[in-house]
DNA sequence: GGGTGATGCTGAG
DNA sequence: TCAGCCTCACCCC
């Protein structure tokens, strides 16, 4: 579910539905009854997306910051609305609509020095930045680990997640062991616009469709069934949509990467 | 219907 | 280093 363009859409719709109103808070599962508690009744002032981060900036100088982790959710309804099952952590509501968050890996009331520490161990945004910053440029030449590995590094770049950094690596061709500090000026400019153009087409489609639909055959990527949507992710032995050479995989940064070894060589 | 791994990451040990 | 979050999609029976 959570990369970066996941956690965009949630603070689109929780801006349109929740902003600027008193909000009503609890906590049905009880794991954030103190929170809640403190947040109930004040007025939510802006949502703000940072990389994989949701923070809920408060009235009184209170922000609640939540992290999906692997199998957090977030279901948001115009009300009326399905009661919240018992393990839903954390219930946001106003008289139109509301929003459950079960699983959650972070789901804390923070102060204005931890927000300050959360967002400055992030990199960048390409969702929230469009020029592509000093920062990461500088970053990777400075980086001797595989390219692989520097892109699931949120202090490098916040937002890209396990599909991107294959699919982004396939696109431009590159090996994903290829060291950071040896890519041209050129390939980490195309990174960055790469990563920040599919973020954003994912914040679109709602989904992570990286295939240009009439290279497989199809009018919109919407048609695509879903094992034609990606280049490379969790395609291991099957055939490059490319060049046919079958698609490989291995371990990195302790995680599954997929590639083309012709494409990205 | 049951088992399992994952679009992540923290914190206990 | 690894359990934990406790959901969802996918596979196998």
Redesign the pocket.
Known sequence: ???G??IRRIADRHTDLFEGQALRVSSP?G?FAAGASRLDGRVLQQVEAR???LLYHFEGRRTLHV???????F?THRLPAPAP?P???LVLRTDDAAAYL?????C?LIDRTMVER?VG?LGPDPLKVSRRPKAFDDALAGDHRPIGTVL?D?GVV?G?????RSEVLFLEGIDPHTPASDLTADQVSAIWSTAREELRR?VEDG??ITVGPREVGAATRRELP?ELRRYA??RSGMPCHRCHTQIRSTEMA???IWWCPECQS
């Open positions: 579910m959570p990369a363009h996941t599962q794991r990389g994989k981060h992290h999906l982790g692997l199998v957090g959710r279901q099952s393990a839903t952590r079960t699983g959650p890996m972070k804390d959360i161990h699931l949120q916040a890209i997640g396990n599909v991107y994912g989904a992570i879903a992710y969790k302790g995680r599954q």
